[in-house]
């Protein structure tokens, strides 16, 4: 009886939940010994059978993995450290003692482990861009999503896409666990390390832009025409009250601002100023998304930007998680010790290139009329949530990357019929006229008519509702159908259902799971223009 007495401590649900708490704990425990048996299993079977090669190179890879996560732990301890000296409020000198070089190791570069350093700052005379880029250039820190990984309960989704509620969930835990709910900018500063060199952007600094009449107007000017927001002591009239501005707002400036900082670093390494304003914003929302994880934010997110399962998979680098093509992105996370990541980086950048209709960039992006907020046009912003509008296939990244060129280019592949109860073959045929049609006319640059392009695109939609026969649904007792039972009914509960995923499912004959195919054409012009495209 004794040992039962911690039950009384509980109520009926607390028991309930620590019971459901200790059978997931079992559960990974026993699947941790049974990946860890089978791995064993399998070097004895490669010792055995004479693949010494094979055996040895595995265990390297995992010798640098474990490195890798040493020097997080060792980094995550320094850090502590140097808050814990804030917060205690003493000055330096009362803390040599603590200062020795045997307890707070230097965080080494990653790429250490596989290659011996070299210089970031090319020794060529006229490299003064990729000079000044690379002394900006982030230090190499371990990923979020690594951390999250141990929170999240399966990422092995849909062709390689992480489940909105799996990403949210674990980056609210993630946030819960490490208290970020007072400032939600601190969640940035801290998992991407933009506190340390060479953006020193701390709360105190980041506070003070947020509360600035003119954050907005900054970084509008910045994305415009280049100028540098200069630190600046606010005078009482530039500075907003912060009781004259909801937690909300302040949250939101505070972030643009984070964003702005860490596309500045690339500014002279973009083609254009377009290139610059799509990564902003594609920063700028990803970074909410962080910041907020709301299903609303992971929409407004590009889906482009948003992880996919290998990075929660694998140990990689944070600046990985900035690369807007997932499908080099995780070639990268899986192999980026084969490469010296700033330079890669840098040459990405200036290979990276907007190729979707030309924009007025002083229309494209400003400001909300009561100058509370930036937005986009409504065309450029179609545009940046399109993955076939950017590439990086051009030179220099093509040239010294020949192998991973290739993944920066993405191209219409007709859709195939394979038997889905959604999609039936008039739908296909509608999509595949459609994406040729827009393939065609994006290669040819056709100009018409407004009224042309109107009543074309109100005959091809016609086409396209005529040609498709809905199939049933099945509505359970929980359905509303207080109101109409129309095709917009349809479409949303299609979307919200089985279409994005039975979508990824469609591409060439052969591949395993088939190709993730853009079926934004089509789902735009049937009013599914909310379900994303994919990559292959």
Request: aromatic fraction near 10%; proline fraction near 5%; charge should be negative.
């Amino acid at each position: 009886m004794a040992g039962s007495d911690w039950k009384h401590r509980f109520n009926k649900k607390q028991l309930e939940r620590k019971r459901l708490s200790d059978k997931i704990s079992q559960r990974r425990t026993r699947q941790q010994s049974k990946r860890t048996i089978a791995e064993l299993e399998c070097r004895l079977r490669l010792a055995r059978d004479g693949h010494v090669a094979t055996l040895i190179n595995r265990m390297q890879q995992e010798n640098a993995l474990l490195r890798t996560k040493i020097w997080r732990y060792r980094f995550q301890m320094e850090t502590m450290f140097i808050q814990s000296k804030e917060c205690l409020l003493h000055d330096d000198d009362s803390w040599s003692d603590l200062n020795a070089p045997i307890l707070i190791p230097k965080p080494p570069n990653l790429n250490d482990t596989i290659h011996p350093p070299e210089p970031l700052i090319p020794s060529t005379p006229d490299a003064q861009v990729e000079r000044k880029c690379l002394a900006r250039l982030f230090k190499i820190q371990p990923s979020l999503f690594v951390e999250l990984a141990g929170l999240m309960g399966s990422t092995n989704d849909v062709d390689g896409q992480v489940a909105a509620n799996n990403l949210l969930e674990s980056i609210m835990m993630w946030k819960a666990k490490f208290a970020f709910v007072k400032n939600e900018f601190a969640v940035l500063i801290a998992s991407l390390n933009l506190d340390q060199e060479p953006f020193y952007l701390t709360s105190e600094k980041v506070h003070e832009q947020a509360l600035s009449r003119y954050v907005y107007q900054d970084i509008l000017q910045n994305l415009l025409y280049g100028e540098e927001i200069a630190p600046r002591d606010l005078r009482p009239d530039d500075k907003i009250p912060e009781e004259q501005m909801s937690k909300m707002q302040y949250q939101r400036r505070a972030i643009a601002y984070c964003a702005y900082e860490t596309v500045w670093a690339w500014r002279e390494c973009f083609k254009s100023s377009l290139e610059y304003a799509a990564s902003f914003w594609a920063q700028y929302r990803y970074f909410m998304l962080i910041a907020f994880p709301t299903i609303e934010n992971y929409h407004k997110c590009p889906s482009w930007r948003r992880p996919i399962a290998t990075q929660f998979n694998h140990d990689h680098p944070s600046i990985l998680d900035l690369i807007i093509w997932p499908k080099l992105r995780a070639k990268l996370v899986l192999t980026w010790q084969q490469y010296e990541l700033p330079a890669l980086c840098l040459s990405l950048a200036q290979s990276f290139e907007f190729t979707g209709k030309q924009v007025d960039i002083a229309t494209a992006i400003r400001l909300q009329a009561d100058s509370s907020d930036l937005i986009l046009e409504e065309s450029f912003e179609r545009a940046v949530h399109d993955l076939q509008n950017f590439t990086a296939a051009g030179a220099p990244f093509t040239a010294q990357y020949p192998e991973l060129g290739n993944m920066t280019v993405l191209e219409f592949k007709p859709l195939q019929c394979l038997g889905s109860p959604l999609l039936d073959q008039s739908c296909v045929a509608s999509y595949n006229y459609f994406g040729h049609q827009n393939q065609l006319s994006s290669e040819e640059n056709v100009q018409t008519s407004p009224d042309a392009s109107s009543e074309q695109q109100s005959e091809d939609l016609d086409s396209a509702l005529l040609s498709i026969d809905l199939p049933d649904l099945v509505i359970d007792s929980s359905t509303d159908i207080s109101g109409s039972l129309g095709f917009d009914w349809y479409t949303e509960s299609l979307q919200d259902q089985e279409f994005e995923a039975i979508s990824r499912q469609f591409g060439e004959k052969g591949h395993p799971g088939g190709s993730f195919v853009d079926v934004s054409p089509f789902t735009n012009m049937i009013g599914l223009g909310n379900i994303e495209h994919g990559w292959t």
